[in-house]
């Protein structure tokens, strides 16, 4: 499975971590996604639920039919940190 970012406009409101929480929660259930994690950018009223999924196409197909209004579905590659040598 590829990891892919479902970013959404999330107004920077008081109940901004909430509706984070609720759209992480409907995204968890869907078919087809394997959900990791959110990144709520509160400057930017922007969330990033970071999933796994077979394609782009059948990660916005799930957020659709889950009725998860989103901006956009994007690859996604992480790096980690380098270790030191110590720490291997």
């Not at 999330?10 to 259930?29: F, H, I, K």
């Not at 959900?35 to 709520?40: C, D, N």
């Amino acid at each position: 499975m590829t990891r892919y970012l479902i970013e959404i406009y999330t107004a920077n409101r008081g109940d901004a971590v909430s509706r984070v929480r609720s759209d992480a929660a409907t995204l968890a259930l869907s078919p087809g996604l394997h959900y990791l994690r959110a990144i709520f950018v509160p400057a930017d009223e922007t969330c990033f639920h970071v999933v796994e999924g077979a394609s782009a196409d059948e990660v916005a197909a799930a957020a659709d039919e889950a009725r998860v209004s989103f901006e956009r579905v994007a690859e996604a590659v992480e790096v980690s940190r380098p270790r030191h040598k110590e720490e291997r």
